[in-house]
């Protein structure tokens, strides 16, 4: 069974950066697109972006510019950069194999301070 182990989140002021992590176990991550989702207090869990096999992005419209997703295939490891962060970042931060109904991982917490 594919796990995910997201890491990297933390406290940061507006205007910060931080680097998340999400480790996948198992051979189907090359082969498929990854994603980050977020969600926020008394939210439901969004799509933040996501990246293919071949390493085409999209994002959603609110992080355009200030968010990148990579992959690295031989790690296993997908990351999302996250740059000039808001108060409305902050959120439990999600990677999954998109389309694919794996069980979600704990995430990794991103607290903004304004």
């Known amino acids: 069974q594919v796990q995910l182990v997201e890491s990297g989140g933390g406290l940061v002021q507006a205007g910060g950066s931080l680097k998340l992590s999400c480790a996948a176990s198992g051979s189907i991550f090359s082969l498929n697109v990854m994603g980050w989702y977020r969600q926020a207090p008394g939210k439901q869990r969004e799509w933040v972006a996501h990246?293919?096999?071949?390493?085409?992005?999209a994002y959603v419209d609110s992080v355009k510019g200030r968010f990148t997703i990579s992959r690295d295939n031989a790690k296993n490891t997908v990351y999302l950069q996250m740059n000039s962060l808001k108060p409305e970042d902050t959120a439990v931060y999600y990677c999954?194999?998109?389309?694919?109904?794996?069980?979600w991982g704990r995430g990794t917490q991103v607290t903004v301070s304004s």
């Open positions: 990246i293919t096999s071949r390493s085409s992005t």
């Open positions: 999954n194999v998109v389309g694919a109904g794996v069980p």
